[in-house]
């Protein structure tokens, strides 16, 4: 979505002190995971973006797209000056309800049918060879302004 298209729709529809936020949550797997996530990913994903995905925390990429959201608020010109609001927590997964989740997140189901069945393969073995479960780490990132009288 183009921010300042996004912004400016957002404050038509809001009246004056209305917050506009725009969130994402952004994992941070325990640091054994993390390793054989990215591992798994550049093996199967060679010289693709994607394949470094996991290399390092989401939160760096998604506070990239935070800036990118804040610069369309104030350039729409209906907002006061954009905040950050950033909230951590966690969720215990097992390994069938990790893998019911990851094909909802992002874009992987954009990926073709073999790659998406390798990931997940390779994510279920990571997580069998981490005990079966594990605890995996979120940060909420919002981005939010009040809409202008």
């Not at 390092?56 to 729409?76: C, E, N, S, T």
């Not at 990571?126 to 009288?149: E, I, K, P, Q, S």
Request: hydrophobic share 45%; no cysteine; net charge positive.
């Amino acid at each position: 979505m183009d921010p300042v298209a996004g912004a400016a729709k957002a404050a038509a529809a809001l009246r004056p002190g209305g917050r506009l936020a725009v969130l994402w949550n952004a994992f941070d797997p325990p640091p054994e995971l993390r390793a054989a996530f990215t591992a798994l990913f550049q093996r199967v994903m060679p010289g693709s973006p994607g394949g470094n995905y996991w290399a390092r925390p989401a939160l760096d990429a998604y506070r990239v797209m935070g800036g990118r959201a804040a610069d369309g608020i104030r350039a729409a010109g209906a907002f006061g000056e954009p905040q950050e609001w950033l909230s951590r927590w966690s969720r215990p997964y097992t390994r069938d309800e990790w893998l019911d989740l990851v094909p909802t997140t992002g874009g992987f189901g954009r990926l073709p049918a073999g790659v998406q069945a390798e990931l997940l393969a390779g994510l279920g073995a990571a997580v069998d060879a981490a005990g079966g479960a594990f605890t995996m780490g979120y940060a909420t990132l919002a981005v939010t302004a009040a809409r202008r009288g």
